[in-house]
Each structure stands twice: as structure tokens, then as C-alpha cells.
């Protein structure tokens, strides 16, 4: 079991998309529905933002939204504020009831 | 509303066993609904689940931590623990409990974390 793949860091403007890929196999994101997204700003514990692929939590801004496609799932934001430059996680099921975290991307608000 | 906090010793020493509890306040930890996670983060690095307990006591592990790594609950005193044995300093990382829905990777309620260092 490993680790999903995300890039290290993304970065975009104020007002901007911008999309955070996760990369996992026909073991854990290609088969199941069960991907979730977390925001972690530093020093706080993270924060739910997307679960079962495009779900938003309640409370959580409609500029979040989650996609799936083969292996890769996909978190965009748009509209970028200030407040959202923070470390994201992807995390999916991965049969067997276990779970696999991907490695965390930095976005960074220009 | 319902409260998750981490408690246990901040230091451990290599190859000994580290402990956490985890208590649950403001709620039932009997819940039907919901499973109890452990997940840690070392300084710098990325999050990493650990496992995950029922209530009733059935509990799922990471295949990496298998072997090393246990989690228990008691329903009486609304905690749940975390032991993982033979430490070495690559297990020094924050150590959260959260609630998922089931086994599903939905955590949508954390623990503020507690960061457990293993050194001499």
C-alpha cells in the first residue's frame, strides 16, 4: 500500500483556479468512490473539505470542488483567496478497511 | 458539542511502547454511525493513518504498522488507545484522533494533536 501522489506545491493569484491532482491505482482510487480532501493550515489539525469524491461538507465554501477520473482524483478551488493557501491531502479507501493519505501539496496564494 | 483529546507521555525512548488516549467528550463514543482513527504527521511530512476501532471493539491497522501497532476502546470511560511498540525516532510525528463515518476516510472531526518525540 502506498502513498497517493500529489505534486509538492501549486501556486495561483487571488481570483484564480487552480487544480490539486492525486494519483493512486485500480487499488484504492480507480476502484472506490471513497476519496476525500483535507485543508491543513500550519500547526491546526486538518480540516474535511471533500469526502466521497465531491461532496462538500456543511460550512465548507462551494469554491471547493472534488472530481474523479480512472486512478487521479482532483481537487479545484477557485476563486482563490488569500485564506485558502494551506497544505491539502487527498486520502481514499483502500479496500480491506484501510486508508492511504497522499503526500500533501503546498498552495501558496501569489 | 462533541470533543476529541489527545493525552499520553510526550517523550518516549526507542524500542519501548508508545501509548495515547484518546477521550471523547460532549458525545456518545457508542455510536453506531461512526469509527474512532488514529492518524499522525511527522514534523514536516505528511499524514499517515494509523488505524481505526468500532465500538465495539473491532479494529483495522495499516499494513505498514501492522504487527506493531494496537487500538483499544473503553465504551465506560468514552476513550480509546493507541499502542505502538518498538518505537524508533520515525515515529516521532503528531499524533491526532479523529472520527470517520465508518472505515471511509471522512474525518470529519479531529483531536488538536499531540506530538510524541522518541529519543534517549
Known amino acids: 500500500q502506498s502513498a497517493l501522489t500529489q505534486p509538492a506545491s501549486v501556486s495561483g493569484s487571488p481570483g484564480q483556479s487552480i487544480t490539486i491532482s492525486c494519483t493512486g491505482t485500480t487499488s484504492d482510487i480507480g476502484t472506490f468512490i471513497l476519496v476525500s480532501w483535507y485543508q491543513q493550515h500550519p500547526g491546526i489539525a486538518p480540516k474535511l473539505i471533500i469526502y466521497?469524491?465531491?461532496k462538500r461538507p456543511s460550512g465548507v465554501s462551494d469554491r471547493f470542488s472534488g472530481s474523479r477520473s480512472g486512478n487521479t482524483a482532483s481537487l479545484t478551488i477557485s476563486g482563490l483567496q488569500a485564506e485558502d493557501e494551506a497544505y491539502y491531502y487527498c486520502?481514499?479507501?483502500?479496500?480491506?478497511?484501510?486508508?492511504?493519505f497522499g503526500g500533501g501539496t503546498r498552495l501558496t496564494v501569489l | 458539542q462533541l470533543l476529541l483529546q489527545e493525552s499520553g507521555p510526550e517523550l518516549v525512548k526507542p524500542s519501548e511502547t508508545l501509548s495515547l488516549t484518546c477521550t471523547v467528550s460532549g458525545g456518545s463514543i457508542s455510536s453506531t454511525t461512526y469509527y474512532w482513527g488514529w492518524i499522525r504527521q511527522p514534523p514536516g511530512k505528511g499524514l499517515e493513518w494509523i488505524g481505526s476501532?468500532?465500538?465495539?471493539?473491532?479494529?483495522y491497522y495499516s499494513p505498514s504498522l501492522k504487527g506493531r501497532v494496537t487500538i483499544s476502546i473503553d465504551t465506560s470511560k468514552k476513550h480509546f488507545s493507541l499502542h505502538l511498540t518498538s518505537v524508533t525516532a520515525a515515529d516521532t510525528a503528531v499524533y491526532y484522533c479523529?472520527?470517520?463515518?465508518?472505515?471511509?476516510?471522512?474525518?470529519?472531526?479531529w483531536g488538536q494533536g499531540t506530538l510524541v518525540i522518541v529519543s534517549s
Open positions: 476501532i468500532y465500538y465495539s471493539g473491532s479494529a
Open positions: 486520502c481514499s479507501y483502500a479496500g480491506h478497511s484501510t486508508l492511504v
Open positions: 466521497e469524491v465531491d
Open positions: 479523529a472520527r470517520d463515518r465508518a472505515v471511509r476516510g471522512e474525518f470529519a472531526l
